[in-house]
């Protein structure tokens, strides 16, 4: 059983911030790229950030970058989604997910394990 389990969305004002985490289970955590993506209704799944096994490496797309930071913990078996300076646009399911590498992970392809979203909501 291969399980990833995001936490810590909510609702945040506009500006303001949070912090998601995704712990896995059943996996062999330290030998994949780990990577972050949100889809709001209505709309198509859109990547945000990659990270690679021992976080030499770390990708971000032009919509989060600069303002989101992703982490990992490869003791405790923990994805991190730092969010900083949240808009309107942010609100989304925000999901985890497990590629075998960063490379070409956007188009979600090759990433067979997901886990279940934690819903963000950015709203006065």
């Known amino acids: 059983q291969e399980q990833l389990k995001e936490s810590g969305g909510g609702l945040v004002q506009p500006g303001g911030s949070l912090k998601l985490s995704c712990r896995v289970t059943?996996?062999?955590?330290?030998?994949?790229?780990m990577a972050w993506f949100r889809q709001a209704p209505g709309q198509k799944r859109e990547a945000l950030s990659c990270i690679d096994k021992d976080s030499t490496n770390v990708y971000y797309e032009d919509s989060v970058k600069g303002r989101f930071t992703t982490s990992r913990d490869n003791v405790d078996y923990t994805l991190y989604l730092q969010m900083d300076n949240l808009t309107a646009d942010d609100t989304a399911i925000y999901y985890c997910?497990?590629?075998?590498?960063?490379?070409?992970?956007?188009?979600?392809?090759?990433?067979?394990?997901w886990g279940q979203g934690t819903q963000v909501t950015v709203s006065s």
């Open positions: 997910a497990a590629p075998p590498f960063c490379r070409g992970y956007t188009h979600g392809a090759h990433v067979t394990y």
């Open positions: 059943g996996l062999a955590f330290e030998l994949y790229a």
